[in-house]
Structures are given as structure tokens and as C-alpha cells.
């Protein structure tokens, strides 16, 4: 990315993609299977807002050639989400 997005675009990225695992991880150890499906819920909406990003910095040109393969993989993490929040008792 072009330097200026450093600490915009660039940083936006980062942030939400730790934020996915941090979501993940807090609600499994909230302990009851309600807190787990809420914290999976926001996990799975800030992997919308990665996927939102990595597609505007994608046709922005601001990324290679291998940016499709990473919006896939921010795909099947929603996917799963999806179907693990499916799975949580009280979910």
C-alpha cells in the first residue's frame, strides 16, 4: 500500500482482521454459550468490515495480484462463523 495509507486504509485492515480473533477468543472465555455466540456475531461483522476494505483497497490497485485469494479466505471465515454461531446452544 501506498505510504500514506499507513496509517489509514492500511491501519483499518489490521484492525479489524485482529479484531476477528480477539472476538473469538473473548467470547470463549466469557463462558456461558450465549456470550460465545455474541462475541462469534461480532467477529463475524468485523469480518464483513475486512472483507468491505480489502475490496476498496483492491480496486484501488492498492494490492498484488493475491488479494482475491485473501478476500476467499475472509469468505470461509465468515462462513464459519456462520455456521459455528448456528451451532452455539442459545445461539
Known amino acids: 500500500m501506498p505510504a500514506a495509507e499507513r496509517y489509514g486504509l492500511q491501519a483499518q485492515i489490521r484492525r479489524a482482521a485482529v479484531s476477528v480473533t480477539a472476538n473469538i477468543a473473548e467470547g470463549a472465555g466469557r463462558g456461558t454459550n450465549a456470550d460465545f455466540a455474541r462475541f462469534l456475531s461480532i467477529a463475524s461483522g468485523s469480518a464483513s468490515e475486512l472483507q468491505a476494505e480489502l475490496e ?35 445461539g
Open 56 to 90: 476498496l483497497a483492491g480496486e484501488l490497485g492498492y494490492l498484488d495480484e493475491g488479494w482475491g485469494d485473501t478476500l476467499k479466505l475472509v469468505h470461509e471465515v465468515k462462513r464459519l462463523l456462520h455456521a459455528l454461531i448456528r451451532e452455539t446452544p442459545s
